[in-house]
């Protein structure tokens, strides 16, 4: 049977490129997700400032809440106690422990991602003086020569550093050579600039031909259980601490979309199989007639369907690689991942990824060669010519599956899930909805097509009521060319707009109880303490509150309602009822929100059980553990809680440890007198800047918005991937007609009439197809909808919607009026007989 597989091929051209079009893209799309796991699970970051230390320690990026199974990442950076230094040290093995401190020292006019850090760690990177003398005196510094270069700074030149957040100038006593952004004080200077009795990391120097692993056990069996201990690619990581969760991100985005794209691929393939061996079944009749068996043709698709994908497979490698590596850019290039993070393809995305396309297209053949090998050769003549069979019991109970778990997935999202988090529940079962619909094909779009064909029918002519006619019986055999249309429409219409519909919310959220009108920033890293109480003297502002963000995790009570991301925090400055901070008070007061103080959103308070005047303990985004009291309870939006604590304690336990807004809220009336003062209060604090609330908005609403970048480059691959099986399956549905189409023009019609009557047809399909998909996004996007904003309905550009059904209505009438055309240039008897 393989030797007459191979035969067949040549024969069968057009089902069979179909098969193979869809395969490339398909391990494309699966490869180049496997490059994304594999380089979030990798996250290979060259050291560069720590490159000459064997082994690197420094604090877990990480933090176990008690009774809890998952360790919540802290978004700031873990320093290493001072006190561990001595216990490394008598470690055996270990030479020499140099500490490591850094803080933000930008140059003024410069990058504002400049470090600094104390002289006496240059060694580990190691970084050499070319001229000048190391800093001795706190107004000393040693720049690398590329700041120096960029700079024109000479030895003796003064620089202006922003340190603290204040403009600050430096003597240069020094250029050393190593890698660029780093700056290097005197230890004194360097130990005011940081975080007290702590280090950023530790570098660990050992002997020659020193046991590494030996040594890394030994300083955990020292230091327990609370430090990491990195050697080899990984101290890259300990000079970048957010790394980890560029890593998190990296893996969930692949895990997800590779999933869903799996899943696509194997659907398309599927779904194609299933069409070609549908226009065959006239063949396979033949084929049982004299004498084949069931085995014998199940073997001969299988050989057909292997001898299709493994080249695809192969050819499909190359741009799988191409696409892997694009995404990968656009993703560092808009601040998912960090790009200092060394892009990884290897085998195991190229293995997985040819694994997943062989394996959904010998399951598709096998589902496609059931019904052919099983059915009677009778029967199987008769449903060639008119197919009237809607599906098996198989298709039937999967399809009634994944319409139930659809069901289950929303009733989740509209019942429990609040907040970004109904994305969650929201995304699968768009893809539920969407295969169970298409498992069901004939059904659904039998009914559709009962419901439009009369308006359609009263308005056509006699080609539009052949048209008209013809698919109507047709229905189950046309299925097969409206289900890809659904699921381009479902899939693309329910995705984008639940990102319109999330960073919507998220904004009203924000801007509900907004009442700042303008917003100070700094565009060198951070503005100093001494600016909050300037801008509060300014004429004309009432209020003025500083602003920081972060992320904690609630240690006590146990049972808070926050994710395994942890609690977001708010950091603002205490204020009356007319503050300008963005809170809107149910009890309490923000006017004790000092020191170690907190208040809590109601829903959270009431169900932790914490009123005024109780206290809650909590470890902040550095890992600091600290104990605060309750003294408010506001109202966020559900679905959008946070902590809000002094602007100074959540400043104090961040890795900058600076405020990096300030909010102002004017006198009503006095909007010019404000801005005037702000404006020279700015002149007198270089790189402090006045922005408007749009801006703190936007800044509020940024990850949300890559986010929803993100989502829309992903599912813009996946749009572009059922767009290429709408035209697979249309012009190969179409191509297999040229027999139906020479009689027509045998019996008296011309080629304008057919053309007529299939630009009718595609109509139908187009609108049956447009009006599924409507169907499959609505059934997701309602209950989304209600879950993260006060509406039901979805929010977004209309623009988005009529964009999609008109490519969608393009697409199909393309892929049904071009290869049609090509096949009615050939004389009528010539189709009939090459049909045949």
């Known amino acids: 049977m393989m030797r007459l597989a191979v035969r067949t091929l040549r024969f069968r051209k057009g089902g069979f490129i179909a ?40 604090g877990k990026q990480s933090h176990l809440r008690p009774g809890a199974e998952d360790a919540t990442p802290l978004p700031e950076q873990v320093g290493v106690p001072s006190s561990m230094v001595a216990k490394i040290r008598s470690v055996e093995g270990v030479s020499e422990v140099v500490g490591n401190l850094d803080f933000p020292a930008p140059v003024l006019k410069g990058s504002p991602d400049g470090q600094g850090h104390a002289w006496a760690s240059a060694r580990l990177a190691p970084y050499q003086l070319r001229s000048g003398t190391p800093p ?54 360097a130990a005011s600039l940081s975080k007290p009795d702590q280090y950023a990391a530790l ?35 300990a000079e970048h601490s957010d790394v980890g969760s560029f890593r998190e991100a990296m893996i969930a985005i692949a895990g997800s979309f590779g999933g869903i794209a799996t899943m696509t691929m194997m659907f398309v393939v599927a779904s194609t199989l299933a069409l070609s061996a ?56 808009h601040g998912v991942v960090s790009g200092l993070v060394e892009y990884s393809q290897g085998l195991i995305p190229f293995a997985a990824g040819a694994g997943a396309a062989v394996l959904a297209t010998v399951g598709a053949a096998l589902i496609a060669a059931r019904k052919s090998a099983k059915i009677r050769p009778v029967q199987a003549l008769l449903e060639a010519g008119l197919q009237r069979k809607w599906f098996g019991w198989v298709r039937l109970i999967f399809g009634m599956l994944f319409l139930g778990g659809g069901l289950a997935l929303v009733i989740v999202t509209a019942t429990v899930m609040t907040g970004p988090l109904a994305g969650a529940t929201a995304g699968p079962a768009i893809l539920c909805w969407a295969i169970g619909i ?66 919507n919310a998220a904004e009203k959220a924000f801007t509900k109880d907004l009442r700042a009108d303008a917003v100070l920033v700094s565009s060198a890293g951070g503005l100093a303490p001494s600016l909050l109480p300037a801008v509060q003297e300014v004429p004309g502002v009432a209020s003025a509150s500083a602003y920081v963000t972060s992320n904690g995790v609630i ?61 809650i303990k909590m470890t902040m985004g550095d890992g600091a553990s600290v104990e605060l009291r309750v003294v ?42 404000a801005r005037d003062g702000l404006a020279a209060l700015t002149t007198a604090h270089p790189g402090v800047q006045v922005a408007d609330r749009d801006a703190l908005i936007a800044t509020n609403s940024e990850d949300m918005k890559t986010q929803a970048w993100v989502n829309y480059l992903l599912v813009g691959m996946l749009i572009a991937y059922t767009a290429v099986s709408v035209v697979n399956t249309l012009a190969s549905a179409t191509i297999r007609r040229r027999r139906e189409f020479g009689l027509q023009r045998l019996t008296g019609s011309t080629r304008a009439q057919v053309l007529r009557m299939l630009t009718t047809e595609g109509a139908l399909v187009a609108l049956a197809g447009i009006i599924l998909g409507t169907l499959v996004a609505l059934a997701t996007l309602i209950p989304f909808s209600n879950a993260v904003s006060t509406s039901a309905l979805p929010t977004g550009p209309i623009w988005i919607y009529f964009i999609i059904i008109g490519a969608a209505a393009l697409l199909t009438f393309t892929s049904i009026l071009v290869p049609a055309a090509s096949t009615l240039r050939a004389r009528p008897a010539e189709a009939v007989a090459r049909a045949d």
């Open 555 to 615: 240690d006590e009570p146990r049972n808070a309602p926050f994710d395994e991301e942890g609690a977001p925090l708010q950091g603002v400055s205490a204020q009356g009822p007319d503050g300008a901070a963005p809170i809107r008070l149910t009890s309490g007061s923000l006017t004790q929100l000092t020191g170690s103080t907190v208040a809590l959103p109601d829903r959270v308070a009431e169900k932790i059980k914490r009123p005024v005047g109780s206290s």
């Open 278 to 333: 549908q226009h065959r079944e006239r063949e396979f009749a033949l084929l049982r007639s004299i004498g084949t068996t069931p085995g014998q043709v199940r073997r001969m698709i299988l050989g057909e369907a292997l001898l299709v994908s493994l080249p695809a497979v192969a050819v499909g490698f190359l741009p799988g690689m191409w696409l892997g590596r694009f995404l990968f850019d656009q993703l560092s290039s």
């Open 438 to 503: 298409a498992l069901l094909g004939p059904f659904w779009t039998k009914l559709v097509l009962a419901l439009i064909r009369w308006p359609l029918y009263a308005v056509s002519r006699v080609n539009g009521r052949l048209a008209i006619l013809n698919v109507t019986a047709r229905s189950v055999a046309m299925s097969a060319a409206v289900m890809p249309v659904m699921l381009a429409v479902g899939i693309s219409t329910a995705n984008l707009y639940m990102q319109t519909t999330q960073v």
């Open 632 to 673: 408010a309870t506001f109202a966020p939006e559900r679905g959008y809680e946070s902590l809000v604590l002094p602007a100074d304690l959540v400043a104090a336990h961040t890795t900058d440890r600076l405020t990096q807004q300030i909010l102002v809220r004017f006198s009503p009336g006095a909007e010019t007198r």
């Open 136 to 189: 001795r005196s706190r107004d000393e510094v040693v720049l690398d020569q590329t700041t120096a270069s960029g700079l024109g700074a000479k030895v003796g030149s003064r620089v202006s550093l922003v340190v603290g957040g204040e403009p600050t100038s430096f003597v240069v006593s020094g250029i050393a050579a190593g890698p660029a952004g780093h700056t290097f004080f005197s230890s004194e200077q």
């Open 19 to 58: 098969t193979f079009v869809a395969v490339v893209f398909g391990t494309a799309i699966v490869l180049a997700c496997g490059g994304l796991m594999e380089t979030g699970i990798r996250s290979n970051v060259n050291p560069e400032r720590l490159a000459a230390a064997p082994l690197v320690v420094t």
């Open 203 to 237: 570098g660990v120097l050992v002997a020659p031909g020193t046991d590494l692993e030996a040594v890394k056990d030994g300083i955990k069996a020292a230091t327990g259980s609370t430090l990491s201990v990195h050697s080899g690619v990984d101290r890259g990581e």
